[in-house]
C-alpha cells in the first residue's frame, strides 16, 4: 500500500552534516506517521526521529540537537537532516510508515511500512 525509498546515505567525517530523504508513494501519505530508524552491525534497531502527521516530532536522546525530522506533503517525503555527525552515528538508516494511529511514535513495531534502508557511515 505504501512504498518508502531512503537515499542520501554516505562516507563523511565526524563533524560533517548529511540530508537523509525518504520518498513515499500510495494514497493518503499525509496522514501517515513517518519514522526513522537506525540498526549498526551487531546491534539491535534503534529510533532515531519521527513525525507525525501534525508535525509533531519526537527523538533519541543521543541525536537531540543534532538531528531535525521534517516532512513536505506536496512531495510525499520525509527528510532528516543530521548535523555534527559522530562515529557512533554509523548504520544503515530506515525510514517507516504508519496509518496516522499514533504521535510521532518511537516504537518500531508500531510501522506498518519500511523502506530499503541507506548506509551512513562515519569516519574518525
Known amino acids: 500500500q505504501v512504498q518508502l525509498v531512503e537515499s542520501g546515505g554516505g562516507l563523511v567525517q565526524a563533524g560533517a552534516s548529511l540530508r537523509l530523504s525518504c520518498a513515499g508513494s500510495g494514497r493518503t501519505f499525509s496522514n501517515y506517521g513517518m519514522g526513522w530508524f537506525r540498526q549498526a552491525p551487531g546491534k539491535e534497531r534503534e529510533f532515531v526521529a519521527a513525525?507525525?502527521?501534525?508535525?509533531?516530532?519526537s527523538y533519541a536522546d543521543s541525536v537531540k540537537g543534532r538531528f531535525t525530522v521534517s516532512r513536505d506533503n506536496a512531495k510525499n517525503t520525509v527528510y532528516l537532516q543530521m548535523n555534527s555527525l559522530k562515529p557512533e552515528d554509523t548504520a544503515v538508516y530506515y525510514c517507516?510508515?504508519?496509518?496516522?494511529?499514533?504521535?510521532?511514535?518511537?516504537?518500531?513495531?508500531?510501522?506498518?511500512?519500511w523502506g530499503q534502508g541507506t548506509q551512513v557511515t562515519v569516519s574518525s
Open positions: 517507516a510508515a504508519e496509518s496516522g494511529r499514533y504521535t510521532a511514535a518511537m516504537t518500531a513495531s508500531l510501522y506498518d511500512y
Open positions: 513525525i507525525g502527521w501534525s508535525g509533531a516530532t
